[in-house]
């Protein structure tokens, strides 16, 4: 059997569906890092009880007959959530009381010992079986266990009682439970019987090395009780083998060497794992403990790599670029717990699917089955320790307390590449007094050199993921955080980050210290900061990536994030992991965040959109970012294509291809595009990919290009001998109704519910004259939703104006009529904001809103001739009419909004030939707000 190496296989999955009383939720083993062949899930159904007073211990609820538990409660799902049954949010006691029955399994061997085993209960829990206190824990991340041999009936029932308390006091690890989140309360991981021989393996330590490529197994083994023990590894690889180790009597510990003839390394491209038991034997060979886990052959370090002054993080000894997301691993129904294995995995999956290459699991020590999933997959962890809120004795030793616990339990996932000890100065003081305070300074860089020793050097560790520039020495790390929604704001803090790193500087350090040469990576970016509102994210995605990218300095960015969470919406999914839609296809087809999130990378240094003037010669540099493994020659493929002022697709330039040289693990400036600008309004982009030899696209990027009249259009237009258009402003109604209207804003106008904009189109007499025959109308437009489409409608924001969601849509029916008749009804799909939305991401109004294009010809009538030769107006209007299939509002776009650069227009056919002039001002609206 060869190493185990998971399938990526990208695709999204829906959100769960619900648990049914009957299964037991979150069955599987919860420590899939170190698997015995005896063991029993106690998840389920529980009883309950809220403590208000805190008197339960006073009376007795401990003892096995204790009334009052008059509630179920489904563990592990913590009290506050939907999945706990219990779903108790506000004003909930900080004691519950937990009780349930079981009894042993028949296959636990009789001389085998029962460990009751905890994987988590946030804060403190106090534990008693059949009446006897059998643990106590403090640390509401971290896992516990007792041998509870002794408190148990092996025949018959036994009752297991729980009190956990949880004070979610700032002086303890909370992370973003406090001021941010729902909290969690309670049982929040898996509760769990195993059975271990009274001789066992009580831990153990897995160091890889690749050159030579082996790994080192520290074993640990409890109740020897002075005998003669060997220990054993066998590897399910014939490429590898490991070398028995003997531990004599009155020892406890032994070194295993496993050898590996044929490495394959864990990297997230080839996350190659190597299944191993280990086994502990007597002095006869009788196996007497055996437990299943795995180890990954991988490497990582800093160093200098040939070709540039400053450090990079090495991965297996190459230079690592850091692709990564926040993931704050909470979720709608279960909050801190995954719903189930399968929604861990898929988180997993989502962030390759993303072409991320790794995480930041932010301020949580999450369940160790995400971390097994991490390295199965092939997705690079970066775990941060949860943060307490103040600085106190009593909060450094609990912060210490879990830490160590985490370490101990964390060690051996490949996966994990650098601990986190704090984030942006949270828990230490004030960021202007941690900036002073020497003495919490000193404290930090200890747990920094304490965490490399408990982890053995074996992984990066950086102080303090920042946002007050206050590393402190001691860090593997120098990175930064930035939310900024403003290119030239944001172009100028990377460059001044950039140039800014140099060693023996002061920059992002406390008063005091200096830099070293450490990889500078970005820790966390977005243009939506936390409470941007429900938007669009793709602008500012793709804008900021690619001013990252630009700097071969930077080593790897952290994007703000993997997901929404609660009222925060900046995440590349939703909070159910369903998928937004970010419109990059509609400008290159194809396209997805996967790749701005690629090893190579292809950019530009301009803005998200370049606004140009007619016929103007465009010059666009182009640089080109590689750190894959791909080593064949490489062209540069570009043309620019968009919409005009009718909506139709114009191709301004043909694509060409451009051989270019690249430089591994750099960034390489190309030589400016130089574009010329179409001579008519027009919005689009200038489309630039990578090819392979094949020509096979392997990245891609665009810049919207905007070309905007000089002075504005022709209100009335001839075109050809029998064609006039006439242009009119959205908000050139005459007439509009609403269940409710919004505000009007520049270029558009919406209105919510069911009602209409009615607009009166006075044509020319001249075109009245040639008589006639048909309309075509086009304009832009979508539904309107108020806050339906809001994914956490309790926290209201001014910019609230939900990215399009494939789950989440909002139809409309509208009706377009002429002259009091129905001309068309069709439905509009939903209130679209995407990257297809260039005018609105300018105008920095509903960010990426926009529409579809509405078109239809009508043929008029000899009644609608008549009432033109009477001297009346056109009576356009467009109603989204009570008791259609879809009441969902209406917005109307005009040419400096939305997608496309168009106003409403109707574009008149006439029988006769047109006169040379038409006779009337070309500038004056045609559309008039007064009635007749």
């Given at each position: 059997m060869t190493g185990c190496r998971w399938p990526i296989v990208l695709a999204f999955v829906v959100?769960?569906?619900?648990?049914?009383?009957?299964?037991?939720?979150?069955?599987?083993?919860?420590?899939?890092?170190?698997?015995?062949?005896?063991?029993?899930?106690?998840?389920?159904?529980?009883?309950?009880?809220?403590?208000?007073?805190?008197?339960?211990?006073?009376?007795?609820?401990?003892?096995?007959?204790?009334?009052?538990?008059?509630?179920?409660?489904?563990?592990?799902?913590?009290?506050?959530?939907?999945?706990?049954?219990?779903?108790?949010?506000?004003?909930?006691?900080?004691?519950?009381?937990?009780?349930?029955?079981?009894?042993?399994?028949?296959?636990?061997?009789?001389?085998?010992?029962?460990?009751?085993?905890?994987?988590?209960?946030?804060?403190?829990?106090?534990?008693?079986?059949?009446?006897?206190?059998?643990?106590?824990?403090?640390?509401?991340?971290?896992?516990?266990?007792?041998?509870?041999?002794?408190?148990?009936?092996?025949?018959?029932?036994?009752?297991?009682?729980?009190?956990?308390?949880?004070?979610?006091?700032?002086?303890?690890?909370?992370?973003?439970?406090?001021?941010?989140?729902?909290?969690?309360?309670?049982?929040?991981?898996?509760?769990?019987?195993?059975?271990?021989?009274?001789a066992h393996i009580a831990r153990f330590r897995i160091e890889t090395s690749i050159a030579p490529a082996e790994a080192r197994i520290h074993v640990e083994i409890a109740g020897a009780d002075g005998t003669a023990f060997r220990v054993?590894?066998?590897?399910?690889?014939?490429?590898?083998?490991?070398?028995?180790?003997?531990?004599?009597?009155?020892?406890?510990?032994?070194?295993?060497?496993?050898?590996?003839?044929?490495?394959?390394?864990?990297?997230?491209?080839?996350?190659?794992?190597?299944?191993?038991?280990?086994?502990?034997?007597?002095?006869?060979?009788?196996?007497?403990?055996?437990?299943?886990?795995?180890?990954?052959?991988?490497?990582?370090?800093?160093?200098?790599?040939p070709g540039a002054p400053y450090e990079r993080i090495l991965l297996n000894g190459k230079p690592l670029y850091l692709r990564t997301a926040l993931d704050q691993s909470f979720n709608p129904r279960g909050i801190y717990t995954a719903p189930d294995d399968d929604f861990l995995k898929r988180d997993m999956i989502i962030a390759r699917e993303m072409g991320l290459n790794g995480l930041r699991i932010h301020i949580k020590p999450d369940e160790p089955r995400r971390l097994y999933w991490a390295d199965r997959i092939g997705v690079l962890i970066l775990e941060d320790m949860p943060n307490t809120w103040r600085q106190s004795p009593r909060a450094r030793r609990a912060w210490e307390s879990t830490m160590r616990e985490i370490v101990a339990r964390d060690q051996n996932h490949p996966a994990i590449i650098a601990w986190i000890a704090f984030n942006e100065t949270w828990g230490l003081g004030r960021p202007e007094d941690y900036k002073k305070d020497h003495d919490t300074q000193a404290w930090v860089t200890r747990m920094v050199q304490e965490i490399r020793q408990l982890d053995h050097g074996k992984?990066?560790?950086?102080?303090?993921?920042?946002?007050?520039?206050?590393?402190?020495?001691g860090s593997d790390i120098n990175s930064w955080h930035f939310y900024i929604d403003d290119h030239d704001q944001a172009r100028k803090h990377i460059q001044s980050v950039v140039d800014r790193t140099q060693p023996g500087e002061g920059f992002n350090y406390c008063p005091g210290q200096k830099q070293t040469a450490l990889p500078l990576i970005n820790s966390e970016y977005g243009a939506v900061s936390a409470g941007g509102g429900d938007r669009d994210i793709s602008w500012g995605l793709r804008d900021l990536t690619t001013q990252i990218r630009r700097h071969a300095k930077i080593q790897g960015f952290v994007y703000t994030e993997l997901s929404d969470i609660e009222w925060e919406h900046n995440g590349l999914v939703n909070y159910d992991r369903t998928p937004k839609l970010f419109g990059y296809d509609a400008w290159l087809p194809d396209m997805r965040p996967s790749e701005l999130?690629?090893?190579?990378?292809?950019?530009?240094?301009?803005?998200?959109?370049?606004?140009?003037?007619?016929?103007?010669?465009?010059?666009?540099?182009?640089?080109?970012?590689?750190?894959?493994?791909?080593?064949?020659?490489?062209?540069?493929?570009?043309?620019?294509?968009?919409?005009?002022?009718?909506?139709?697709?114009?191709?301004?330039?043909?694509?060409?291809?451009?051989?270019?040289?690249?430089?591994?693990?750099?960034?390489?400036?190309?030589?400016?595009?130089?574009?010329?600008?179409?001579?008519?309004?027009?919005?689009?982009?200038?489309?630039?990919?990578?090819?392979?030899?094949?020509?096979?696209?392997?990245?891609?990027?665009?810049?919207?290009?905007?070309?905007?009249?000089?002075?504005?259009?022709?209100?009335?237009?001839?075109?050809?001998?029998?064609?006039?258009?006439?242009?009119?402003?959205?908000?050139?109604?005459?007439?509009?109704?609403?269940?409710?209207?919004?505000?009007?804003?520049?270029?558009?106008?919406?209105?919510?519910?069911?009602?209409?904009?009615?607009?009166?189109?006075?044509?020319?007499?001249?075109?009245?004259?040639?008589?006639?025959?048909?309309?075509?109308?086009?304009?832009?437009?979508?539904?309107?939703?108020?806050?339906?489409?809001?994914?956490?409608?309790?926290?209201?924001?001014?910019?609230?104006?939900?990215?399009?969601?494939?789950?989440?849509?909002?139809?409309s029916t509208l009706a377009v009529f002429l002259n009091g008749r129905e001309a068309e009804r069709i439905t509009l799909p939903d209130d679209p904001a995407d990257a297809r939305g260039v005018l609105s991401h300018l105008r920095r109004v509903d960010h990426g809103s926009h529409g579809e294009l509405v078109d239809g010809l009508i043929r008029l009538t000899d009644a609608d001739r008549q009432l033109l030769e009477a001297g009346e107006p056109l009576v356009f209007r467009l109603s989204i009419p009570a008791g259609?299939?879809?009441?969902?509002?209406?917005?109307?776009?005009?040419?400096?909004?939305?997608?496309?650069?168009?106003?409403?227009?109707?574009?008149?056919?006439?029988?006769?030939?047109?006169?040379?002039?038409?006779?009337?001002?070309?500038?004056?609206?045609a559309a008039r707000r007064a009635g007749p």
């Open positions: 959100a769960v569906s619900p648990l049914s009383r009957a299964e037991t939720p979150r069955p599987e083993h919860p420590r899939p890092d170190a698997v015995r062949p005896h063991w029993s899930n106690l998840n389920g159904p529980w009883e309950f009880r809220f403590d208000a007073n805190d008197d339960g211990a006073k009376q007795g609820w401990e003892k096995p007959g204790a009334a009052g538990f008059d509630r179920t409660i489904t563990v592990p799902f913590p009290w506050e959530s939907e999945l706990s049954g219990v779903h108790q949010v506000k004003n909930a006691p900080k004691v519950g009381w937990y009780r349930r029955r079981f009894r042993v399994p028949a296959d636990f061997p009789a001389d085998h010992h029962v460990w009751l085993r905890f994987e988590a209960v946030d804060w403190r829990a106090d534990v008693w079986l059949n009446g006897k206190k059998v643990a106590e824990h403090e640390g509401g991340y971290s896992p516990f266990e007792a041998d509870v041999t002794d408190a148990l009936d092996r025949g018959g029932e036994n009752t297991l009682v729980v009190r956990a308390f949880d004070p979610t006091d700032p002086e303890l690890p909370t992370g973003k439970q406090i001021g941010w989140y729902t909290t969690t309360s309670g049982i929040w991981q898996t509760v769990w019987l195993e059975s271990r021989p009274g054993v590894a066998r590897t399910h690889d014939r490429t590898a083998t490991c070398e028995p180790a003997a531990i004599p009597a009155g020892q406890t510990t032994a070194e295993l060497l496993c050898k590996v003839s044929e490495p394959r390394l864990w990297t997230p491209e080839t996350p190659e794992l190597y299944e191993t038991t280990l086994e502990l034997k007597n002095a006869a060979g009788k196996i007497i403990d055996s437990l299943d886990t795995y180890f990954g052959l991988r490497t990582i370090s800093r160093g200098v790599y992984r990066l560790v950086e102080d303090n993921s920042p946002c007050n520039y206050d590393h402190v020495a999130f690629g090893a190579d990378f292809v950019g530009y240094d301009a803005p998200p959109a370049i606004v140009a003037k007619p016929g103007e010669r465009v010059r666009i540099p182009i640089f080109v970012s590689h750190f894959s493994d791909r080593n064949h020659p490489v062209k540069l493929r570009y043309w620019v294509s968009g919409y005009d002022d009718r909506a139709d697709i114009r191709m301004v330039v043909q694509p060409k291809s451009i051989p270019i040289t690249w430089k591994q693990y750099d960034v390489v400036q190309l030589e400016p595009l130089e574009i010329v600008a179409p001579r008519y309004p027009f919005t689009g982009a200038v489309l630039i990919t990578l090819r392979d030899p094949e020509n096979r696209r392997f990245a891609s990027n665009f810049v919207n290009l905007v070309v905007k009249p000089e002075s504005p259009l022709p209100r009335v237009e001839k075109r050809g001998k029998q064609d006039v258009v006439i242009r009119f402003a959205p908000g050139d109604f005459s007439r509009a109704s609403w269940q409710e209207q919004g505000p009007q804003q520049p270029g558009k106008v919406y209105g919510y519910g069911k009602g209409f904009f009615e607009y009166r189109i006075h044509v020319p007499e001249s075109v009245v004259k040639a008589h006639p025959e048909s309309i075509y109308y086009l304009f832009e437009a979508s539904s309107k939703a108020r806050r339906e489409r809001v994914d956490w409608p309790e926290r209201v924001s001014k910019q609230d104006n939900p990215q399009t969601d494939a789950a989440r849509t909002w139809p259609a299939e879809h009441v969902g509002g209406l917005c109307v776009h005009g040419a400096e909004s939305g997608e496309l650069p168009i106003d409403p227009s109707l574009e008149i056919h006439t029988r006769e030939p047109l006169p040379e002039s038409l006779g009337v001002d070309p500038r004056e609206p």
